[in-house]
């Protein structure tokens, strides 16, 4: 049996299969989010799901995990790619 990886969100510190979360990393070039769980870079892990992104905005969780200012927009395209 395949052993899954398991990644914890920011967030709500809910221990979740890697597939299941969403990367954010901060490389030289800013923030980005990472489609394939590989890019280089300091990153962290967010649920799928509107309301756990909507926290992370408000309370800017993301700031503090990437160590830089996370911008809006970063947020928009995390709720776009939920859909």
């Given amino acids: 049996m395949k ?7 920011v967030v709500s510190k809910e221990k979740l299969p890697k597939k299941e979360l ?5 490389t030289a070039d800013g923030v980005i989010i990472d489609e394939t769980g590989k890019v280089n ?4 892990y967010l649920k799928k799901d509107a309301d756990i ?10 700031n503090r995990y990437l160590e830089v200012d996370v ?9 776009e790619k939920i859909k």
């Fill in 3 to 9: 052993k899954i990886p398991m990644r914890t969100c």
């Fill in 22 to 26: 969403i990367r954010i990393v901060n």
């Fill in 41 to 44: 870079g300091h990153g962290c």
């Fill in 53 to 62: 992104i909507n926290r992370a905005r408000e309370k800017k969780i993301l």
């Fill in 71 to 79: 911008t809006d927009s970063i947020y928009d395209e995390l709720l």
